[in-house]
């Protein structure tokens, strides 16, 4: 029986973006590993028929490897900034509880997912090269709002150190967060990249805690 994913019909493959995505992606994910560097028309074609699409189906939707990786880059970046937004509420539905351990959890979470999903790891190595200054864009307009916003409840709470220049801050944290993924994909021992950059990261953040953090936390 065919896979519910096989959507030969233009019509049926628009209206269901997510599974259209998912299906592209998770073959582009095995393309890769099994050909690390291969010509773009060879990629294609390990990824049309992992998804069990034809070719004319694909290129409707994905005319080229920079569009197909700026909707899957981007729906990416999205499930992250959800993940921050669940922060921001879960940091202002409970005062009395120590904000940074939740930001240090989601952290963690976010370098976490190079390991233990190829198709992220793909995506955060490849997609500065592939994307160029669009990858930049849908950093700043996709990526960055959510950490501004949790910037910004910290800063209510007085969990920051005053007058943080929150817009900056977010989008140096943002560098680092895509840096430290890219670190951790080309290391031949991710999990002792993680640990790391994680410790990294977390000693960077911990400048921007108000100096009594530690005694309220």
């Known amino acids: 029986m065919a896979s519910d994913l096989v959507h030969d019909d233009p019509r049926a493959v628009a209206a269901d973006p997510v599974a259209r995505a998912r299906a ?35 290129y409707h939707h994905f005319p080229d490897k920079k569009a197909m990786f700026a909707e899957l880059y981007t729906e990416l970046i999205q499930q992250v900034g959800a993940l921050g937004d669940a922060t921001s509420e879960a940091v202002r539905a409970t005062p009395d509880e120590p904000a940074m351990t939740a930001v240090a959890n989601l952290t963690h979470a976010f370098l976490r997912r190079t390991i233990d999903d190829p198709l992220h790891r793909e995506l955060m190595a490849q997609a500065p090269a592939v994307l160029g200054e669009q990858y930049r864009h849908i950093n700043e307009t996709v990526a960055q709002p959510p950490i501004e916003r949790l910037l910004t409840v910290l800063a209510e709470r007085g969990d920051l150190q005053p007058d943080v220049p929150v817009a900056t801050v977010a989008r140096l944290l943002l560098a680092g967060l895509c840096e430290g993924n890219q670190i951790i994909a080309a290391a031949a021992d991710r999990e002792d990249a993680l640990a ?22």
């Open 24 to 58: 592209a992606a998770d073959s582009w994910s095995r393309a890769t590993e099994a050909h690390p560097t291969p010509r773009w028309s060879r990629r294609h074609e390990a990824i049309t028929g992992a998804a069990l699409v034809s070719k004319g189906t694909f």
């Open 196 to 217: 790391r950059t994680f410790r990294a990261i977390t000693l960077l953040m911990s400048g921007l805690a108000a100096d009594d953090i530690s005694a309220r936390g």
